[in-house]
């Protein structure tokens, strides 16, 4: 398995802001995910994170909005910009592929983000 | 894009109840993952099954991929085993493990 650590864990933060997510994974890895959770709800993905190029992003989700950064096989960062109420949220980082035979994906605890 | 239907949305037990979780999804997979969601958020994989049985402990899971579902049974549950389920599928090629998540399935497990 991969161990995956995220931080900040959770962070209050000011309209108009923007926060950056670290994530850091064990081993190589051959994919990235970053995902939303808002309360209440299910995991909604925002972009696959490639390495040493632009991310790919889903359906409603916008560079500019969430700029991300893979740099190598094992880190990789989401911005979330000029931040509102709306983007309270868990991002999640989820990394897989490590394994040959398995398209195991494994999560980070999570970044809780208020804003305020 | 792929839809996962998990049901029953909510579910509360005594301690020492069995459950079925079920999981239905519109299109052929070649990925399936269980999670359980503790309070604190954190993501715990449970299953990595995108066919088969498999079982851990008091958890076994089985997935029909020619038919589309994939079941999640807990037996003997304890309070512990409160927080939400989630089925999350692909169907990507190559390398793609992008997965979707249905709404998941909230356990309480009462002592």
């Known amino acids: 398995s991969a161990v995956i650590s995220q931080k900040p864990s959770r962070d209050i933060c000011q309209r108009g802001t923007s926060l950056t997510i670290q994530c850091q994974v064990d081993?190589?890895?051959?994919?990235m995910f970053w995902y939303r959770q808002q309360p209440g709800q299910s995991l909604t993905l925002i972009a696959t994170a490639n390495q040493g190029s632009e991310a790919t992003y889903e359906s409603g989700f916008v560079i500019d909005k969430f700029p991300i950064s893979r740099p190598n096989l094992t880190f990789s960062t989401l911005t979330v910009s000029n931040m509102s109420p709306e983007d309270s949220s868990i991002y999640l980082c989820?990394?897989?592929?490590?394994?040959?035979?398995?398209?195991?994906?494994?999560f980070g605890e999570g970044s809780r983000l208020t804003v305020l | 894009g792929i839809q996962v239907e998990q049901s029953p949305p909510d579910l509360i037990l005594q301690e020492g109840a069995n459950s079925t979780l079920r999981c239905n999804f519109s299109d052929s997979v070649n990925n399936l993952q269980w999670f359980h969601q503790n309070p604190w958020g954190q993501l715990i994989n449970l299953f990595y099954i995108p066919s088969g049985t498999k079982q851990n402990g008091r958890l076994s899971a089985t997935t029909v991929a020619t038919e589309r579902y994939s079941l999640l049974y807990i037996s003997s549950s304890q309070t512990t085993d409160s927080g939400v389920y989630f089925c999350?599928?692909?169907?990507?090629?190559?390398?793609?493990?992008?997965?979707?998540f249905g709404k998941g399935t909230l356990l309480t497990v009462n002592p």
């Open positions: 081993s190589q890895v051959t994919m």
């Open positions: 989820s990394g897989g592929g490590h394994s040959a035979n398995t398209g195991e994906l494994f």
């Open positions: 999350a599928v692909g169907n990507g090629g190559g390398s793609n493990y992008k997965l979707t």
